[in-house]
């Protein structure tokens, strides 16, 4: 069950995804982090972040929708009260970082350089809910390119990029963060997705558009990570729709070395540890 992930040492391969757990302590009342692989935290930017208007969350026939728009507390704050509470556990850390400029990326890098705890950096160029930034930098193999040696020159930790399933060819995306250092992949940020309420002839979301999660979306992950596990030699996080320790062993034959669960901790604030236990 051990693994080294991009030298990253896990006592297992199953980590929650960015954004379904916060910044750890939230779920700590509720289930044992401590037999998590390891715990990546809700992205954190430079400046604090409202995020989206509501309605921003809405369920779908095997999924849901969100348009959260990287809410959070900003960097300083993150520090002051996200990192002693990270400090006491006994797994890897990694953080998730975004940014509106490739400068935003390096400089968010270069500050959390500076803390022990932080064991890895994902770097999110995949989130679809924000105006500036997010999907169009995935979107990019040049954007995603630099952004990579701005993260990787800033840090001695290893790099993981996480790419969106919102393009033509995701292997070229995947190549481009391989090229420009990255140590690993996450595969895959939500699909974009649109739900109407009937009643009201609205969208069911503030901003309309949203990201897709949860079961309707593995297939499609899969598929994505199958791809980028043949295109690259680095190591392949695969995220997308896993409930079950069954759902994450698709992943593995799919070439993925880890994985991330995510939409399964709104149902189940112990579902990562239970598809963690189900793979012994």
Do not use: H
């Amino acid at each position: 069950m051990a693994i080294n992930l991009a030298g990253i040492e896990m006592k297992n391969p199953v980590m929650v995804a960015s954004g379904t757990y916060g910044y750890g302590k939230e779920f700590a009342d509720y289930t044992d982090l401590n037999k998590l692989g390891a715990l990546v935290t809700k992205t954190v930017t430079l400046k604090a972040r409202e995020g989206n208007p509501p309605p921003r969350i809405c369920e779908t026939p095997s999924g849901m929708l969100n348009t959260i728009g990287l809410q959070n507390p900003g960097i300083e704050k993150f520090l002051k009260e996200a990192i002693p509470f990270l400090k006491k556990l006994k797994i890897p850390v990694i953080i998730n970082i975004a940014g509106e400029t490739i400068e935003e990326f390096a400089e968010l890098a270069k500050i959390l350089e500076k803390e022990k705890v932080v064991k890895g950096i994902e770097v999110n160029v995949s989130c679809p809910n924000v105006k500036s930034g997010g999907m169009a930098f995935g979107c990019d193999p040049d954007l995603v390119s630099k952004i990579t040696k701005s993260v990787k020159k800033a840090v001695s930790a290893p790099v993981i990029v996480k790419l969106t399933p919102n393009v033509t060819d995701i292997t070229l995306i995947a190549k481009a963060a391989e090229a420009a250092g990255a140590d690993a992949i996450t595969a895959i940020n939500t699909v974009l997705g649109m739900s109407f309420d009937l009643k009201t002839g609205k969208p069911k979301l503030s901003r309309g558009v949203g990201g897709l999660s949860g079961p309707a979306i593995r297939p499609i992950a899969v598929r994505c990570v199958w791809q980028i596990a043949q295109a690259v030699k680095i190591p392949v996080i695969g995220v997308g729709g896993i409930m079950t320790s069954d759902d994450a062993k698709e992943f593995f034959l799919a070439g993925a070395k880890a994985v991330q669960v995510g939409t399964a901790n709104f149902v189940d604030t112990e579902a990562a540890v239970k598809v963690a236990a189900g793979l012994k």
